[in-house]
T-cell receptor
Framework: GNSVTQMEGPVTLSEEAFLTINCTYT??????LFWYVQYPGEGLQLLLK?????DKGSNKGFEATYRKETTSFHLEKGSVQVSDSAVYFC?????????????FGRGTQLTVWP | SQTIHQWPATLVQPVGSPLSLECTVE??????LYWYRQAAGRGLQLLFY??????ISSEVPQNLSASRPQDRQFILSSKKLLLSDSGFYLC?????????FGPGTRLTVL
């Protein structure tokens, strides 16, 4: 079946620190992988995506590389800002899915202090 | 461009009362639609999805139901709310392998 496991939070960092949020997955076929971000009190926004092995998704300084050999899609940012404080969700859509159903990790709360 | 609306934004309801949350999508036709719930401190749980008018699939047995009376309208309902129904309810639609979320409804059951 399809599932996503991401590192437990919360994660607390100082501004300009390096961020890594680990995400691993189990999936049938060749899934598409996503990171969503949820700012306080808001819905989810797509942050970045990768649809095949070795693809790197990037947006707003965040990056994640689709690693098929390790079934991972870790989120990284070289220098976080206070405005990056949010909950981050790793997710996948199973390969060959016509429904487009997303499978989410439990989310990781990130807090960045000035 | 496509937009997705949810209302109300927040709702406080007593236990045993009915519920109706509405979601509408603009700028697209025949979208796949989804209802998720996010309980406090937990991840997202898919509740229902719909691939067309009148077509509803339930993921988790519960006292909630969903309906899709129009192509771009998705409604989440309950006849009698439970305390455990409290949470943040998100509607989403998908196209070409991407899923887009509405702003959510914060439901508190007292």
């Amino acid at each position: 079946g399809n599932s996503v496991t991401q590192m437990e939070g919360p994660v607390t960092l100082s501004e300009e620190a390096f961020l890594t949020i680990n995400c691993t997955y189990t999936a049938t076929g060749y899934p598409s992988l996503f990171w969503y971000v949820q700012y306080p009190g808001e819905g989810l926004q797509l942050l970045l995506k990768a649809t095949k092995a070795d693809d790197k998704g990037s947006n707003k300084g965040f990056e994640a590389t689709y690693r098929k050999e390790t079934t991972s899609f870790h989120l990284e940012k070289g220098s976080v800002q206070v405005s990056d404080s949010a909950v981050y969700f790793c997710a996948l859509i199973g390969g060959g899915s016509t429904l487009g159903r997303l499978y989410f990790g439990r989310g990781t709360q990130l807090t960045v202090w000035p | 461009s496509q937009t997705i609306h949810q209302w109300p934004a927040t709702l406080v309801q007593p236990v045993g009362s009915p519920l109706s949350l509405e979601c509408t999508v603009e700028g697209t036709s025949n979208p796949n639609l989804y209802w998720y719930r996010q309980a406090a401190g937990r991840g997202l749980q898919l509740l229902f999805y719909s691939v067309g008018i009148g077509q509803i699939s339930s993921e988790v047995p519960q006292n909630l139901s969903a309906s899709r009376p129009q192509d771009r309208q998705f409604i989440l309902s309950s006849k009698k709310l439970l305390l455990s129904d409290s949470g943040f309810y998100l509607c989403a639609w998908s196209t070409q392998g991407l899923q887009f979320f509405g702003p959510g409804t914060r439901l508190t059951v007292l």
